[in-house]
């Protein structure tokens, strides 16, 4: 759901300021910018609250689509319009695509040091961290859910196990499971 401004929130100040704050979290971002965003948009700069972000977030995952880039599209086109849709966008792209074509020139370069791969192992693992840690941090607002917190963390733990254990494709979990629990979210919010 894409929510109205909130009157009495902080908002970006300008174009400007909501370029360079999306351009800093896609700096701050290795593997997962989850924790980075979640912390910088509702702790730090109080753009949204944690309910908010957990909305636009739901709805940032399930379209087409890098997340982080839908949720700051949505942010974007909340304070800003059109105009701040795509300079959000431009700020999560513009400086982190020159550093990734730089990168990739070092890492054609220095790919066969056994260095390298290694530090890049290093780096999925604090990024898996950083995941998980955000992942529990926004747990506890699933006792607000419709559902209820047992039937969402149900949801939560059967979705973990059918796309890590059982490797069924996402999008199919996603639509099987995501479907019938967004019908039950609908049947339970009809009361």
Known sequence: MNLPPIPDHPRPASLVDLFFSFTLLALQGFGGVLAVVQRELVERKRWMTQEEFVEEWAVAQVMPGPNVVNLALMIGGRYFGLAGALTALAGMLAV???IVLMLGLLHAHYASYPGVAGALRGMAAVSAGLIAATGLKLVGLLKFHPLGLPLSLFFCVLGF???????????????????????????????
């Not at 196990?161 to 919010?189: D, E, K, M, S």
Request: hydrophobic letters at 60%; one cysteine or more.
């Open 161 to 191: 196990v059918l796309i890590a254990l059982v490797h069924v494709p996402l999008l199919q979990v996603l639509l099987g499971l995501g479907g019938i629990a967004c019908g039950l979210t609908y049947r339970q919010l009809a009361r």
């Open 96 to 98: 982190p695509l020159v």
